[in-house]
């Protein structure tokens, strides 16, 4: 049996995560075989208790308590304010599981976007997978998109010799491979797909989790997230949920559409700085309509993209709202943050048409995208329904590649290269 460490995890409170540990864990056990999953997060306890797959085991992310590393990141910021370096290795977050990764096959980093410059300089991820190739583990970035960005031009070197020294980097979208080409990292580089792809939606009853809402007329789901808001910069949060709540009145009032409100990234415990059920909650009160309806936050990932599937149209900030909606055959406007939302619509339409940047936000420019999607949805449905096997296929090759280059060691032949 291959034993794998899944590291770069959050937690089951975003969907987007749990679609990615679901569907890497199917794409393994499809392509290599009978496997068993360590998956390193931070709500290992909540996650276990929702797991339903006894052959994936969550552990916390961290030093043990009173641990110097534990005291390192105590007082990390306390360090920053002082203008004091935090020299202490980022490794020690996951040191007190060396033995579990020391008897895994290989260690994969699945948090697609941990990666993006514009998040910040990745140093955790870089010393975690150094230490894991220290230790003689293989050690693979996984379905990854990163950013191009100009403010750590002086740790890009650092970057990028980690990542020519992982065994294996796929990559989810174009964008990602021509940056990465750029930067030289080309030799351990594989193009694949998001593995969330392959994530299979659970059908379910939509009019009894949402009851009053008609499944036989239009639904447009919409997605909003008060991360994606921090990076409109120059307007508030207040300004932008203005012109949604101004985007969904036109939907319902010109439209005659029911309007169904998804959160994707939801838990009490994590407050409203992270969660999208107060946001959409801000759009629900502000429309004060009985055709708006706030699908409940506590569902798993596969309802949640069971009904999104249901919806007619689909407007999404979390990328992973967005997948699930364009997987399903779904007519969707990304409302994108980050090179991720770019490079698949690039990926799959050839274009970035129905991309909108959320920090140009604006209910007039909404409205005009989405007549286009209303307008073309039949062309848009049929063009879909030609190119997600395709990225279902490019995402179970990621299996294939892990196999092949990194388990077995087996040389590539010019054709593997050229595909």
Not at 57 to 73: Q, Y
Not at 92 to 109: F, K, M, N, R, T
Not at 179 to 191: D, F, H, I, K, S
Not at 274 to 301: I, K
Request: charged fraction near 25%.
């Amino acid at each position: 049996m291959t034993r794998f460490v899944l590291d770069g995890h959050a937690g089951y409170y975003n969907r987007g995560c749990e679609a990615l540990v679901q569907a890497t864990v199917w794409i393994i056990r499809e392509t290599i075989g009978e496997s068993r999953f360590l998956v390193i997060g931070s709500d290992a306890e909540r996650d276990a208790s929702l797991e339903q797959d006894e052959g994936i085991v969550f552990e916390p992310r961290g030093a043990p308590v009173l641990s110097p590393g534990w005291f390192h990141g105590k007082f990390r910021g306390a360090l920053k304010r002082l203008g004091l370096s935090d020299s202490a290795p980022r490794y020690v977050e996951v040191q007190h599981l060396a033995d579990e990764i020391d008897a895994s096959d290989c260690y994969l980093h699945i948090g697609g976007d941990n990666y993006s410059l514009e998040y910040g300089f990745p140093r955790i991820w870089i010393e975690i997978g150094n230490w894991v190739m220290d230790r003689g583990r293989p050690a693979v970035l996984w379905g990854a998109s990163i950013t191009p960005s100009d403010r750590y031009a002086d740790r890009m070197e650092m970057l990028v010799d980690h990542l020519r020294r992982l065994d294996l980097v796929t990559v989810r979208e174009p964008l990602t491979l021509q940056y990465l080409a750029e930067l030289g990292v080309t030799e351990n580089v594989r193009r694949v797909a998001d593995p969330a792809f392959l994530f299979q939606p659970e059908p379910i009853d939509l009019q009894r989790l949402v009851p009053g809402i008609d499944e036989s007329a239009p639904i447009f789901g919409l997605n909003l997230s008060p991360f994606a808001l921090r990076f409109a910069e120059g307007r508030s949060d207040q300004e932008l949920l203005a012109e949604t709540i101004r985007y969904a009145r036109a939907l319902l009032d010109d439209h005659d559409m029911q309007v169904l409100l998804v959160p994707h990234v939801t838990d009490p415990g994590i407050g409203e700085r992270d969660s999208d059920v107060p946001v959409l909650e801000a759009v629900r009160e502000g429309l004060e309509d009985d055709r708006v309806f706030l699908l409940p936050g506590n569902l798993p990932a596969a309802q949640v993209k069971g009904a999104i599937a249901q919806c007619s149209f689909f407007a999404g900030a979390r990328t992973h709202s967005t997948i699930a909606a364009l997987s399903s055959l779904v007519p969707t406007l990304s409302l994108a943050y980050s090179v991720k939302a770019r490079g698949i619509n690039e990926d799959i339409f050839g274009h970035q048409d129905f991309v909108l940047p959320v920090g140009a936000i604006d209910h007039r420019v909404l409205l005009d995208r989405t007549e286009r999607l209303l307008a073309e949805a039949s062309r848009i449905r049929s063009h879909l329904e030609e190119r997600i096997p395709k990225l279902r296929a490019l995402a179970l090759s990621a299996g294939e590649h892990l196999a092949r280059e990194v388990l077995h060691r087996e040389p590539l032949t010019a054709e593997d290269i050229r595909s």
